[in-house]
């Protein structure tokens, strides 16, 4: 089997099991995914030894195999996805405005930028509207004395699913 219909099957495992309840996805995922992936770490062992050191084609294949155990990472919990793309397009809009960033004249101007882009990305992937989000943030920021105050105010457990707080 080729590299894509190694992928394309994998792909299909997801289809697959996506509705799943988490566990039950990484329990699905171990059983039907990880001999595919077994397959393909090793086709890429065997097969990179022919392929040209200097040529990109033998560079991807030794990425991915350094990369193994953080391509593998997604089998060991039903909550994550196989690929990243989820969270490439909720960065597409800063990445394609990057010439904005030009405008953040000091690393800490920067590092504040970054820092508000995280949080209302995070509260968009966590179904929070980002205005409500950082809003209650803010109005509770101040009251925050321990660290499990400041967890409580984090996207996964701002618990507003729902809630508009003007």
Known sequence: MSILGRLRKLYA???RVETLPPEENTRQRQQLAQPVLDDLKAWL?????????????????????????????YLADGRLHISNALAENAIRPFAVGRRNWLFADTP???KASATVY??????????????????HVL????????VEDIEALL????????KQEG
């Open 13 to 15: 495992i997801e289809k």
């Open 45 to 73: 062992e065997k097969n990179s030894a022919r392929v040209p050191k200097n040529s990109l084609t033998y560079k991807a294949m030794q990425y991915t195999l350094n990369q193994w155990e953080l391509l593998t990472g």
């Open 108 to 110: 800490r101007g920067a």
């Open 118 to 135: 995280s949080l209302i990305e995070t509260a968009k992937a966590n179904g929070l509207e980002p205005f409500a989000y950082l809003h």
């Open 139 to 146: 109005q509770h920021i101040g009251g925050a004395n321990t």
């Open 155 to 162: 996207p996964w457990n701002a618990n507003l699913k729902g």
